[in-house]
T-cell receptor, first 113, second 114 residues
Framework: KAGVTQTPRYLIKTRGQQVTLSCSPI?????VSWYQQTPGQGLQFLFE???????NKGNFPGRFSGRQFSNSRSEMNVSTLELGDSALYLC????????????FGQGTRLTVV | AQSVTQLDSQVPVFEEAPVELRCNYS??????LFWYVQYPNQGLQLLLK??????LVESINGFEAEFNKSQTSFHLRKPSVHISDTAEYFC????????????FGSGTRLLVRP
């Protein structure tokens, strides 16, 4: 089975722009979660989607949004980018409701200049 | 709410020496416990997890962790480390419900020296 695929791997954007990151979960997995990793704040939960519904949301401003499609692929969008949004964004998928193991992608490194 | 504390930001150790990475958690409800490892420019890989049952859990590459409910700890140990174990290690918890939200500690960088 292919692992979790995140695209693109690297991205450079300018302050004020918006960005969309993509995540393709492992085939058959219905839950997709997103995390932001920064040196200062560590790993922080953004949101989780299960069967196209947002099931959990972390403490991030409304500029951060996401969605999940019927094939379980997920996108997250950040609008009006700020320098502090520079981070590694990680996506994780798990197989089913109540599953206890998440499989992570390699992440998208976003740099805001 | 849940929180995870990893007191050591970096642990230097010589190859073939034993190591312990400490993890303490706080939660008002029962949680699952995890250790993840992250190599440079990579995502996270699950090292081991505690769900229930035996309080000592082991991974295939020689790591083990022991759940101590009274001390709310889940320390990670390895009796003899290799250079290839150099990485960042994250302890995490999640609530025992159907959602999938991991709360991570700040991470411990294990630096194995020859």
């Amino acid at each position: 089975k292919a692992g979790v695929t995140q695209t693109p791997r690297y991205l450079i954007k300018t302050r004020g722009q918006q960005v969309t990151l993509s995540c393709s979960p492992i085939s058959g997995h219905r839950s997709v979660s997103w995390y932001q990793q920064t040196p200062g704040q560590g790993l922080q939960f953004l949101f989780e989607y299960f069967s196209e519904t947002q099931r959990n949301k972390g403490n991030f401003p409304g500029r951060f949004s996401g969605r999940q499609f019927s094939n379980s692929r997920s996108e997250m969008n950040v609008s009006t980018l700020e320098l502090g949004d520079s981070a590694l964004y990680l996506c994780a998928s798990s197989s089913q409701e109540g599953s206890t193991e998440a499989f992570f992608g390699q992440g998208t490194r976003l740099t805001v200049v | 709410a849940q929180s995870v504390t990893q007191l050591d930001s970096q642990v230097p150790v010589f190859e073939e020496a034993p190591v312990e990475l400490r993890c303490n958690y706080s939660s008002s409800v029962s949680v699952y416990l995890f250790w993840y490892v992250q190599y440079p420019n990579q995502g996270l890989q699950l090292l081991l997890k505690y769900l229930s049952g035996s309080t000592l859990v082991e991974s295939i590459n020689g790591f083990e962790a022991e759940f101590n409910k009274s001390q709310t700890s889940f320390h990670l140990r390895k009796p003899s480390v290799h250079i290839s174990d150099t990485a960042e290690y994250f302890c995490a918890v999640s609530k025992m419900d159907s959602s999938y939200k991991l709360i991570f500690g700040s991470g411990t960088r294990l630096l194995v020296r020859p």
